[in-house]
T-cell receptor, first 114, second 113 residues
Framework: GQNIDQPTEMTATEGAIVQINCTYQ??????LFWYQQHAGEAPTFLSY??LDGLEEKGRFSSFLSRSKGYSYLLLKELQMKDSASYLC???????????????WGAGTKLIIKP | DTGVSQDPRHKITKRGQNVTFRCDPI?????LYWYRQTLGQGPEFLTY????????KSRLLSDRFSAERPKGSFSTLEIQRTEQGDSAMYLC???????????FGPGTRLTVL
């Protein structure tokens, strides 16, 4: 089967650093996405990794290890506005249909405290 | 900058009624996706179009759900004989053919009483 695991909830302090982990077991891996979703709003794209290593984009970085089926999202200099859910999604091949599909984790709710 | 738009933003209906939602993708995007999301869960894939062709439909989707994209631009999602379990946020996303990133609309929140 296909499975994506993320912690349900994390708490961090304003100005600090937090790492949100994602582990996956999927077939036909073709990239991993991180999205941010504020309560009651639609997900917005943060990052995409298809090769092993670290991708840095401002205060946010994302890491991928394909051999370990593992990714993390690193948020630095946390701000109150970073309080949101962070969704990990893996692009996989649906063999029967020969199409790609995004499989989503349930998301990690990040709470930032002053 | 016109992103993905969805209409209505909120819909309250009684069990057994039919509802229809509309999605207008980013104009140059030819791929369009429908998802359903419940509280505390990630988006659940429903169906996917490339231009006007519906290329994939979730096996979890009952036959009460139907989607169309007649001219390869906007899309509609209809739910017939709604049930309380259909209450969720219905998200639409689009992407260009050569792109991987999906851009989401604001969603339609459906409440079935």
């Amino acid at each position: 089967g296909q499975n994506i695991d993320q912690p349900t909830e994390m708490t961090a302090t304003e100005g600090a650093i937090v790492q949100i982990n994602c582990t996956y077991q999927t077939s036909g891996f073709n990239g991993l996405f991180w999205y941010q979703q504020h309560a009651g709003e639609a997900p917005t794209f943060l990052s995409y990794n298809v090769l092993d290593g670290l991708e840095e984009k401002g205060r946010f970085s994302s890491f991928l290890s394909r051999s370990k089926g593992y990714s993390y999202l690193l948020l630095k200099e946390l701000q109150m506005k970073d309080s949101a859910s962070y969704l990990c999604a893996v692009r996989t091949l649906i063999v029967m249909d020969s199409n790609y599909q995004l499989i989503w984790g349930a998301g990690t709710k990040l709470i930032i405290k002053p | 900058d016109t992103g993905v738009s969805q209409d209505p933003r909120h819909k309250i209906t009684k069990r057994g009624q039919n509802v229809t939602f509309r999605c207008d993708p980013i104009s140059e995007h030819n791929r369009l996706y429908w998802y359903r999301q419940t509280l505390g869960q990630g988006p659940e894939f429903l169906t996917y179009f490339q231009n006007e062709a519906q290329l994939e439909k979730s096996r979890l989707l009952s036959d009460r759900f139907s989607a169309e994209r007649p001219k390869g631009s906007f899309s509609t999602l209809e739910i017939q004989r709604t049930e309380q379990g259909d209450s969720a946020m219905y998200l639409c996303a689009s992407s260009p053919q050569s792109g991987l990133t999906q851009y989401f609309g604001p969603g339609t929140r459906l409440t079935v009483l």
